[in-house]
């Protein structure tokens, strides 16, 4: 690791530490991902090993934080350590929004604009390619303040969702962007859970506060039903059959611009795709890219 000059922490990934860090042959500045690796493992685990596969096919995306480099070393003890090497970017969409909201300003309609476009675009290049995120939130959206590009990140949790789809552990999506489905115990989930996590994201951009800030599992499906009424198997069939499900307060569903006033008609039509019950109902982000309300946006630079 000699190539490299460690700056400082900036953060805990999935799978370890990152730290920004300048090539020395370069001058660059980068983002190294020090990937722990268990102790009795002989080799790399094929955890970490998925994810640089993963990493290495989305990379080609502009919308994908970029792997340039893997690098294996010895730490003192002797054990294999793996840094990955990626693009470094200033900043990411949860503090964005943090400077907005301690100012007290809105984010402009044609920001949120872009960077929903941007997001939807990197998740259906995700998507096509097989790979669910299953915990997308503005902490693993990374930008740069002054092209105002947004790039997917820690994409360690993603799995290559081949059919037939696999069960998956559903302790993972942090709760505030966590799909009805998932809260509810389902097992076999899909794009859609995605989709939603986008939903809740571009809410939150506009107003700069969490659309569903629930403090565990059951608070989190109250937040969603108060907004959007307590669903039914007329609204999502089989939703009384998932594990999780008990007889919840019924409440009637509100106006969702109620709760994004500062959202345009259109934007809240998209809102309310994002944010349907049924996960076969939802919008896919492709289709999302074609939704008038980003009709006016200027996508050559994207």
């Given at each position: 690791?000699?190539?490299?000059?460690?700056?400082?922490?900036?953060?805990?990934?999935?799978?370890?530490?990152?730290?920004?860090?300048?090539?020395?042959?370069?001058?660059?500045?980068?983002?190294?991902?020090?990937?722990?690796?268990?102790?009795?493992?002989?080799?790399?685990?094929?955890?970490?090993?998925?994810?640089?596969?993963?990493?290495?096919?989305?990379?080609?995306?502009?919308?994908?934080?970029?792997?340039?480099?893997?690098?294996?070393?010895?730490?003192?003890?002797g054990k294999t350590v793996?840094?990955?090497?990626?693009?470094?970017?200033?900043?990411?969409?949860?503090?964005?929004?943090?400077?907005?909201?301690?100012?007290?300003?809105?984010?402009?309609?044609?920001?949120?604009?872009?960077?929903?476009?941007?997001?939807?675009?990197?998740?259906?290049?995700?998507?096509?390619?097989?790979?669910?995120?299953?915990?997308?939130?503005?902490?693993?959206?990374?930008?740069?303040?002054?092209?105002?590009?947004?790039?997917?990140?820690?994409?360690?949790?993603?799995?290559?969702?081949?059919?037939?789809?696999?069960?998956?552990?559903?302790?993972?999506?942090?709760?505030?962007?966590?799909?009805?489905?998932?809260?509810?115990?389902?097992?076999?989930?899909?794009?859609?859970?995605?989709?939603?996590?986008?939903?809740?994201?571009?809410?939150?951009?506009?107003?700069?506060?969490?659309?569903?800030?629930?403090?565990?599992?059951?608070?989190?499906?109250?937040?969603?039903?108060?907004?959007?009424?307590?669903?039914?198997?007329?609204?999502?069939?089989?939703?009384?059959?998932?594990?999780?499900?008990?007889?919840?307060?019924?409440?009637?569903?509100?106006?969702?611009?109620?709760?994004?006033?500062?959202?345009?008609?259109?934007?809240?039509?998209?809102?309310?795709?994002?944010?349907?019950?049924?996960?076969?109902?939802?919008?896919?982000?492709?289709?999302a890219m074609e939704h008038?309300?980003?009709?006016?946006?200027?996508?050559?630079?994207?």
């Amino acid at each position: 690791m000699d190539a490299f000059k460690k700056l400082e922490k900036v953060g805990e990934g999935t799978y370890g530490k990152v730290y920004r860090a300048i090539e020395k042959a370069t001058g660059k500045t980068v983002a190294l991902k020090k990937t722990r690796l268990h102790e009795d493992d002989e080799g790399v685990p094929p955890t970490t090993l998925r994810e640089v596969s993963i990493l290495r096919m989305l990379s080609r995306d502009p919308h994908v934080v970029r792997l340039l480099d893997v690098k294996q070393a010895q730490n003192k003890e002797g054990k294999t350590v793996l840094y990955l090497v990626f693009e470094y970017m200033d900043t990411d969409l949860k503090k964005f929004i943090k400077s907005h909201c301690h100012t007290g300003e809105n984010i402009l309609a044609k920001t949120v604009k872009s960077l929903m476009y941007q997001l939807c675009k990197g998740v259906a290049f995700c998507h096509a390619h097989g790979v669910l995120h299953r915990d997308l939130k503005p902490h693993n959206l990374l930008m740069d303040r002054q092209t105002m590009s947004l790039k997917i990140a820690d994409l360690g949790l993603a799995r290559a969702f081949t059919l037939p789809i696999k069960k998956y552990t559903h302790e993972i999506l942090t709760l505030w962007y966590r799909a009805p489905e998932v809260l509810l115990g389902a097992t076999h989930y899909s794009t859609a859970v995605d989709v939603w996590s986008v939903g809740c994201i571009f809410a939150e951009l506009v107003t700069t506060h969490a659309l569903f800030p629930g403090d565990s599992e059951l608070q989190q499906l109250l937040h969603i039903f108060r907004l959007l009424g307590t669903p039914n198997e007329k609204v999502w069939p089989g939703v009384s059959s998932l594990v999780n499900w008990h007889e919840y307060p019924q409440w009637s569903p509100l106006s969702l611009s109620s709760a994004v006033p500062k959202l345009d008609k259109d934007g809240v039509d998209l809102l309310s795709q994002m944010l349907q019950y049924d996960p076969s109902k939802r919008i896919s982000a492709k289709k999302a890219m074609e939704h008038p309300y980003f009709d006016e946006l200027d996508k050559s630079n994207l």
